[in-house]
């Protein structure tokens, strides 16, 4: 199931926001504002679909270059 996340304004990573939903309901999913607790910094954020996206499950990307 694609998951949706967040770029942490912290630490710049892409992080999961705990939603996790096909892309046909994201299209759908009205523009929220939401909390979470950010896994990469421990802070908390606040969110809304305007900068989440909705991605495909896989695995953590290899270090970028710079
Ligand atoms: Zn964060």
Same mark, same amino acid.
């Given at each position: 199931m694609p998951m949706v996340t967040m770029r942490c304004p912290c630490t710049g990573q892409q992080v999961p926001t705990g939603l996790d939903m096909d892309? =046909?309901?994201w299209e759908t999913l009205p523009v929220v504002?939401?909390?979470? *607790? @950010?896994? =990469?910094?421990?802070?908390?954020?606040?969110?809304?679909?305007?900068?989440? *996206? @909705?991605?495909?499950?896989?695995?953590?990307?290899?270090?970028s270059h710079p």
């Amino acid at each position: 199931m694609p998951m949706v996340t967040m770029r942490c304004p912290c630490t710049g990573q892409q992080v999961p926001t705990g939603l996790d939903m096909d892309q =046909a309901s994201w299209e759908t999913l009205p523009v929220v504002v939401s909390t979470m *607790r @950010c896994p =990469a910094c421990g802070a908390e954020h606040v969110w809304s679909k305007t900068y989440a *996206r @909705c991605e495909p499950a896989r695995p953590v990307d290899p270090p970028s270059h710079p």
